[in-house]
């Protein structure tokens, strides 16, 4: 009997004790332009926001997959790069150019009102 309650709370975990809270960042609209980027923390990690439009964002990791520098926003181009190596992203985390082997992980985002809403709540 003794062992069973632990493999009880493993498959059934409270929702009290140790739940996880659901995370986010709200970054106003005022600092990041139409077509600019921003950087800010997300999970403890660096994380890049891109205002497209009026009504859309992007939000992905900033860390490189090839080795773990942090990437930079072209303006111009619409790509991220990383300066270390020459990886090059396009706006959904995609890989356009080596030596990256992954894709950025991107992050759920959405505009409400005049601020820009990077995760879960």
Do not use: W
């Not at 999970?43 to 992905?60: D, F, H, T, W």
């Not at 080596?98 to 820009?116: M, N, Q, V």
């Amino acid at each position: 009997m003794g062992t069973l309650y632990p493999l009880f709370r493993y498959l059934f975990p409270s929702k009290k004790a140790g739940a996880v809270k659901a995370v986010s960042v709200t970054i106003p609209l005022g600092e990041v332009a139409i077509g600019e980027s921003r950087f800010f923390k997300f999970k403890g990690k660096p994380a890049i926001l891109i205002r497209l439009n009026q009504q859309k964002v992007v939000a992905l990791s900033a860390v490189c997959t090839h080795l773990g520098c942090i990437v930079k926003y072209s303006e111009s181009e619409k790509i991220l790069k990383c300066p270390c190596h020459g990886a090059k992203f396009d706006i959904t985390g995609k890989v356009l150019a080596g030596p990256a082997p992954k894709p950025l992980p991107t992050f759920a985002s959405r505009i409400e009102g005049d601020k820009a809403i990077v995760g879960d709540a």
